[in-house]
């Protein structure tokens, strides 16, 4: 039987996301600038190329450790348009906000996008406000698009090649765990954090090194397994990552153990993955690891060969290979 109702799961990043875009919203939006789905689309005119991305934002509590609403989406949009290899240049924002709503909330939000903005030599130039009667919307929601100038191509999910590596910048996993323990009131004894933060400091030196760069992402919606699932998918290749070499802090493990989630599934909001060759692997760990928010910067896999059903693979602790699973099901309802 076919989808009759969306679920919260067609929202999740994961199988049902990409099932929803596939089956239904490409058969009438297709055309050759949106269908490599990549972060942002690619735009190009006899001047330059520029870089174009779009994002809702519905996350629930507004307020978290280590960020709101609207920090996270300029965040959230600044790095769709980095990891297309783009310097973010102009956002626009649209507010739906609840009947009721408080000033002070509102200016704390407002006040966090303006120092995200200028943190990034970025300019918010137009936008919109609706304001609907009270039960219509939960709080605030918030959209935002964003155009950047390409200054790196060639960065695509099609792009991974048999032998590259695989670098993941930092810590995966603290913005899921994060806004889950906020919502649920868990109490753990080390505090969560979300990641929540732009990429483009992190990014731009290793853009400027003229290392060789074959596809980037960055592991919102579905967490590090969702990425790399559309990545071996994009490019028809298996992949191979090593769980003793993916980063994850101590408090987000021990989160998912208690609670039975893997941090492979866990959204991020401040990191990045890269797919590049093994010969600047070394190289561009270094530059990583010289930013503060990437000192944890892994080489966590590798692309295995083409494959006409390709799969990832997670070689365990204890040295066995399994399936790493996509994220199936919603496991957490608006994290972003």
Partial sequence: ???EKLLLAHGGGGEETLSLIKDFILKYFTNPILEPLEDAALLTNQISRLAFTIDGFTVKPIFFKGGNIGKLAVTGTVNDLVVMGAKPLYLTVGFIIEEG????DLEKILQSMQEEAIKNEIYIVAGDTKIVPKSEVDGIFITTSGIGEVIYSGISCKNLKPGDVILVSGPIGDHGACILAEREGIKVDIELESDCETLWPVLKPLFESGIEIHAMRDPTRGGLAANLHEWA????VNLVVEEEKIPVRPQV???????????YHLACEGRV???LPEKDAEKALEILRSHPSAAEANIIGQVLDHSSSPQVYL????????????TSGELFPRIC
């Fill in 315 to 326: 070689k365990t602790l204890y040295g066995t290979h399994r399936v790493l699973e996509n």
């Fill in 273 to 275: 993955v890269i797919a």
């Fill in 233 to 236: 998918y994009s490019s028809q």
């Fill in 101 to 104: 709503f408080k000033i002070k």
């Fill in 1 to 3: 039987m076919g989808v």
């Fill in 253 to 263: 493990k021990a989160f998912c153990e208690a609670l039975g989630f893997e941090p």
